[in-house]
């Protein structure tokens, strides 16, 4: 027999449908009406497979961001995982013991209503839930009273709730911050001490290393390079590395190149915040600095849907079990976790107390000019969970 768990009003008539009316009463097993309008039911293996044939909406993480985002907050440990043998080791989540609840706002083609957050919202804080993580936004910054991510979290701050909210990816580029309310807490990403490098060797031996994670051994094989290359907002490296690629693709008749797997190499410069992390000022309010704090959010190793291509590309058929990601919504968990952490030393600490003691306990982050951002790329710093517990 097989138990399922379903959480809208038209699954009660898929269920009518596999299993008839003169059943339905006997299959049903529990009723959950507290926030959410779902029950549990029991089916035989020909009614499962009927059942999994009717195409509907469900809660199954189909792209994989679910469930990375979540297990990097309250993961349980695991030994001996990695991607394809990149960063090979023991994965956990910032607080373990945590228990975790999952509420869906996004559909199918990746849109997340403002109804749907908003009664996301509400769901959580009638569960009593403790600290509420949300890694999605919008490319603008919009006013409170029109944010429903704002509306929301204020309510769950009047009930002792603190949301971590993401920053977006629209950096470098200033004033490109979405997350700009005050009770937000609005997290920056910055880099991790690992550097993942890839090298492109051309079939003069010139080699060109890069970035990037790449799990595919060559095997010695050598592929063509496409003559029509467009390259830009490049920095000087890679102009360079540009000119030597392409001065051997015009004097070379059939030109090819090796791509290696990914290296793993220790990256002194660290932390330092990723160029993609949006930047403030706070473009609503001028006197609220935005964003508060930065977290680790580049080459994350974090568990994975074995629904979704690891590579994010439909032709992908591989299955992971985890997977390396990057982005302001790989940096919003870490900063869930510290919270879930301070919490447990001091449970009665207000949400604003909180917040307090983890921005005035950070560390500093490196290159923090580069761009002229300053703390309008970083914040307060780079979290530091072990003083937070004592500011």
């Given at each position: 027999?097989?138990?399922?768990?379903?959480?809208?009003?038209?699954?009660?008539?898929?269920?009518?449908?596999?299993?008839?009316?003169?059943?339905?009463?006997?299959?049903?097993?529990?009723?959950?009406?507290?926030?959410?309008?779902?029950?549990?039911?029991?089916?035989?293996?020909?009614?499962?497979?009927?059942?999994?044939?009717?195409?509907?909406?469900?809660?199954?993480?189909?792209?994989?961001?679910?469930?990375?985002?979540?297990?990097?907050?309250?993961?349980?440990?695991?030994?001996?995982?990695?991607?394809?043998?990149?960063?090979?080791?023991?994965?956990?989540?910032?607080?373990?013991?945590?228990?975790?609840?999952?509420?869906k706002l996004c559909g199918a083609d990746g849109t997340c209503s403002g109804s749907n957050t908003l009664a996301a919202f509400d769901d959580a804080i009638a569960d009593g839930v403790?600290?509420?993580?949300?890694?999605?936004?919008?490319?603008?910054?919009?006013?409170?009273?029109?944010?429903?991510?704002?509306i929301g979290s204020f309510h769950a701050m009047e009930k002792g709730i603190l949301t971590s909210h993401s920053t977006e990816n629209s950096g470098p580029r200033p004033r490109s911050i979405a997350s700009v309310?005050?009770?937000?807490?609005?997290?920056?990403?910055?880099?991790?001490?690992?550097?993942?490098?890839?090298?492109?060797?051309?079939?003069?031996?010139?080699?060109?290393?890069?970035?990037?994670?790449?799990?595919?051994?060559?095997?010695?094989?050598?592929?063509?390079?496409?003559?029509?290359?467009?390259?830009?907002?490049?920095?000087?490296k890679m102009v360079k590395d540009y000119l030597i690629a392409q001065s051997y693709i015009k004097y070379t008749k059939f030109p090819v190149a090796e791509i290696l797997k990914s290296e793993i190499f220790h990256d002194t410069t660290a932390p330092r915040i990723a160029s993609f992390s949006s930047r403030g000022p706070n473009s609503i309010v001028l006197d609220i600095m935005k964003p508060d704090i930065s977290a680790p959010g580049v080459d994350i190793l974090a568990a994975f849907s074995p629904l979704a291509p690891p590579s994010g590309h439909v032709t992908d058929t591989r299955k992971a079990s985890y997977n390396i990601l990057s982005g302001t919504s790989m940096a919003c968990p870490h900063i869930t976790g510290i919270i879930a952490y301070v919490k447990s030393f001091h449970p009665n600490w207000s949400p604003t107390t909180i917040k307090s003691a983890i921005m005035t306990t950070t560390k500093p982050v490196n290159d923090t000019y580069n761009d002229l951002a300053g703390e309008f790329s970083y914040g307060s710093g780079n979290a530091n969970p072990q003083l937070a517990v004592n500011p």
């Open positions: 027999m097989w138990r399922c768990i379903f959480c809208n009003l038209s699954s009660s008539q898929h269920v009518e449908q596999v299993i008839g009316d003169s059943e339905i009463e006997n299959r049903l097993v529990q009723s959950y009406k507290r926030s959410f309008n779902g029950f549990a039911a029991i089916f035989n293996d020909q009614q499962k497979e009927k059942l999994l044939d009717m195409k509907e909406e469900n809660a199954r993480d189909e792209t994989g961001h679910r469930t990375h985002t979540t297990s990097i907050a309250g993961g349980r440990e695991v030994q001996d995982v990695s991607f394809y043998d990149l960063t090979k080791g023991t994965a956990r989540g910032g607080v373990p013991s945590s228990r975790i609840a999952v509420y403790d600290i509420i993580t949300i890694s999605i936004g919008g490319s603008n910054a919009l006013e409170f009273l029109k944010y429903p991510i704002a309310t005050p009770w937000l807490f609005s997290v920056a990403t910055s880099t991790i001490d690992l550097q993942f490098i890839d090298k492109l060797i051309l079939g003069n031996e010139n080699t060109i290393i890069g970035k990037s994670v790449n799990t595919f051994p060559s095997n010695g094989t050598k592929i063509p390079i496409a003559h029509d290359t467009c390259f830009y907002n490049f920095g000087q």
